[in-house]
């Protein structure tokens, strides 16, 4: 077997630069997808630390091919490369260990720790390198303290790392990735805690007693074969459990999904409530004027039937009497009439469709401010314009809405309404300085208020526009509606 390895030494640095090389293009790969995943956002050093590893596995191959074929030995400035590759690999595995047992959130924190490793592996050569005799020795010298500085804590922290994050899965239920991590785990360990352990012989405690030529007498077969199956082995492991990011992928579409359908029930039901809700305030609004015409409008009419009959019979033997009940009749059919222009005014405003939409605002504000004290402002064009129908009752509604909201709920003392008409657009804007309310606590309830806010949407709605509602509890309420417009 020994000879074996020796002989096929080029084979194993390619396996081994394979191997490493694959694992991050794969996880270089797999983190550019979005993902809740801690250990997604980790990986970022460890993609660079396989392509920077398994690149310097195949420089350091290459180097012996070249030797073997040309029988001569590359400039110095070339292993000097080489070291700074193995520096940069090794540095990012100590940052992806390091980030892992840390977490998410202390960026400083890891920064400041690898340049406290690079600090020292820079003072470690510093008082190493001016003990060695040859150039050779030098550069044996560096790369062994290189191993030992940073590829032993880097295995290391990343082992402890994957360890954490096995436990992490295993709560997420994704037991199954925890084993694949795990098993990672134990491959960098490994690789670290023995595959860097035995170095090349050098004046550096302690590879002068564990080193390459004292592991192949051991195990007969020299370590860069073990560093090979480690780093097959955790490569293998590790891209085995980035599938935790399909299956976490497939879980958030599935929580949208029910999400979704659990939205779209409660705006169902939500609709059929409001449905219900308007055909009962119909019929109420019907039996309120069935009373009111009954009780107002047809008592007069009765009373006014009574006195003509009366005033019939005595206009000729009592003028007198008979002109004081023909005054007495008039004011009464007076306030009949008066009563029953109230009665139309509250269903349908004649404002709205003889003056307008600005004067409609004006005259219900005044109506407001007479009855409730509720001071109301609108502000709007000085010249009024005319605008459809559906657009001219949407827009009052809404504001109807919004102010008697602002009355009922709100305990606000001053409203605000304000209507800009442009080429492309209309813009209303409602807002007290009432109490206000979480907004999406009352969308989600199944209160008259909340019905009453899903109206002002669904009617905004109907005619293409938008209606948005803003606020903040003690902070008042406002509402936005912007309907796209196109003048004729």
């Not at 790969?29 to 997604?40: G, M, N, Q, R």
């Amino acid at each position: 077997m020994e000879h074996f390895f020796s002989d096929n030494l080029i084979g194993v640095f390619f396996f081994y630069g394979l191997a490493f090389f694959s694992m991050g293009l794969a996880v270089l790969l797999e983190v550019s997808h979005s993902s809740e995943l801690d250990f997604a956002r980790a990986l970022k050093p460890l993609a660079g630390f396989g392509l920077l590893h398994g690149s310097h596995e195949w420089f350091e191959m290459g180097l012996i091919i070249h030797a073997s074929l040309t029988g001569r030995v590359e400039a110095l400035w070339v292993y000097y490369l080489r070291l700074l590759l193995l520096c940069a690999s090794f540095l990012l595995l100590l940052a992806f260990g390091f980030r892992l047992i840390i977490g998410p959130g202390k960026p400083r924190l890891m920064l400041t720790a690898l340049l406290a490793a690079v600090c020292l592996w820079g003072l470690g050569l510093a008082f190493i390198l001016p003990g060695a005799q040859t150039d050779r020795s030098h550069l044996i010298a560096a790369d062994v303290y290189t191993r030992y500085a940073l590829a032993i804590p880097g295995a290391t922290l990343t082992a402890w790392g994957l360890v954490l994050q096995c436990r992490a899965f295993r709560k997420a239920g994704m037991a199954c990735y925890g084993r694949d991590v795990f098993i990672a785990a134990i491959a960098f360990a490994l690789y670290g805690g023995i595959g860097q352990l035995f170095t090349s012989p050098s004046t550096i405690f302690p590879s002068s007693y564990l080193n390459a030529p004292v592991f192949l007498s051991w195990f007969g077969f020299p370590i860069q074969g073990f560093r090979a199956l480690m780093a097959i082995i955790a490569a293998v492991f590790i891209i085995r459990s980035l599938r935790a990011f399909d299956m976490e992928s497939r879980r958030r579409i599935q929580a949208l999904r029910e999400a979704h359908i659990a939205e779209q029930e409660r705006l169902m039901a939500l609709r059929a409530e409001l449905l219900h809700r308007t055909v009962q305030a119909q019929e109420q609004e019907r039996q309120r004027i069935a009373r009111e015409l009954h009780d107002e409008t047809g008592q007069t009419l009765t009373a006014l039937g009574l006195g003509l009959r009366s005033l019939a019979q005595i206009i000729a033997i009592e003028p007198t009497r008979a002109i004081q009940q023909a005054q007495q009749l008039q004011k009464l059919a007076s306030n009949g009439i008066a009563n029953l222009q109230r009665m139309v005014s509250g269903l349908h405003p004649p404002q709205l469709d003889e003056l307008g939409l600005m004067a409609a605002l004006r005259w219900y504000a005044q109506q407001v401010q007479e009855h409730y004290g509720l001071q109301v402002n609108v502000i709007g064009p000085a010249e009024p314009q005319p605008l459809p129908d559906e657009y001219r009752l949407v827009l009052f509604r809404i504001a109807q809405e919004a102010i008697t909201n602002a009355v009922r709920h709100a305990g606000a003392s001053q409203v605000q309404v304000e209507l800009e008409i442009s080429p492309s657009q209309i813009y209303l804007r409602i807002a007290d300085d009432g109490g206000g309310f979480d907004v999406d606590t009352v969308l989600t309830g199944k209160d008259s208020k909340c019905l009453g806010l899903l109206g002002m949407i669904e009617r905004a709605a109907l005619i293409g526009g938008e209606c948005k509602i803003s606020s903040t509890p003690d902070a008042g309420t406002t509402v936005e509606v912007g309907i796209p417009y196109a003048k004729e």
